[in-house]
T-cell receptor, first 116, second 111 residues
Framework: NAGVTQTPKFRVLKTGQSMTLLCAQD?????MYWYRQDPGMGLRLIHY???????AKGEVPDGYNVSRLKKQNFLLGLESAAPSQTSVYFC???????????????FGAGTRLSVL | QQPVQSPQAVILREGEDAVINCSSS?????VHWYRQKHGEAPVFLMI?????EQKGHEKISASFNEKKQQSSLYLTASQLSYSGTYFC????????????FGKGTKLSVIP
């Protein structure tokens, strides 16, 4: 079972370039999340989706856009990358909210992004 | 607001015990605990859903005091494999869509 797969694993961008991070899950989960992790800051929520075709802003959404055209995929876009967006990005998904088991978030392996 | 975790870091020798605390300024519905090893993804440990609930997972257990808006993670007889950063994630309502994570507690277990 693949679980949550993130591509790419590493990327280096120049300031002003754009890119898209892909998150794919094969668990038929409804909810998907994008986090960024910076040293000493923990995991901060960028955007999330509660189902196909829906997106919502999290704690730190500025400079990012997302799309969820298919249930299994959640894309994170950077239109004009800035050095402040250098970070490790994690995608996560969960089944739902109705029970403990459904409420567990499963994380991808992360994408390490450097913006020069 | 992020929940506050304490301590920020702790070093243990194998076999020693540790307690990691997570407190919030907001009323909590549930607390989720995750562990992340260096360079890896966070991995789920446990969820505590009710005030006063306690749970155990091998030698790792946790409690949730709803009134005090805090949770504690207990690691007993620590093993080298327990090393990593522990995060608590909180949500404030039933059916909440998102978690707010603390900044993490780095646990290092040495021989």
């Amino acid at each position: 079972n693949a679980g949550v797969t993130q591509t790419p694993k590493f990327r280096v961008l120049k300031t002003g370039q754009s890119m898209t991070l892909l998150c794919a899950q094969d668990m038929n989960h409804e909810y998907m999340y994008w986090y960024r992790q910076d040293p000493g800051m923990g995991l901060r929520l960028i955007h999330y989706s509660v189902g196909e075709g829906t997106t919502a802003k999290g704690e730190v959404p500025d400079g990012y856009n997302v799309s969820r055209l298919k249930k299994q995929n959640f894309l994170l876009g950077l239109e004009s990358a800035a050095p402040s967006q250098t970070s490790v990005y994690f995608c996560a998904s969960k089944k739902g909210v109705q029970s403990e088991a459904k409420n567990i978030q499963y994380f991808g392996a992360g994408t390490r992004l450097s913006v020069l | 607001q992020q929940p506050v975790q304490s301590p920020q870091a702790v070093i243990l020798r194998e076999g020693e015990d540790a307690v990691i605390n997570c407190s919030s300024s907001k009323a909590l519905y549930s607390v989720h605990w995750y562990r992340q090893k260096h360079g890896e993804a966070p991995v789920f440990l446990m969820i505590l859903l009710k005030g006063g609930e306690q749970k155990g997972h091998e030698k790792i257990s946790a409690s949730f005091n709803e009134k005090k808006q805090q949770s504690s993670l207990y690691l007993t007889a620590s093993q080298l494999s327990y090393s990593g950063t522990y995060f608590c994630g909180t949500d404030s309502g039933a059916g909440s869509y998102q978690l707010t994570f603390g900044k993490g507690t780095k646990l290092s277990v040495i021989p």
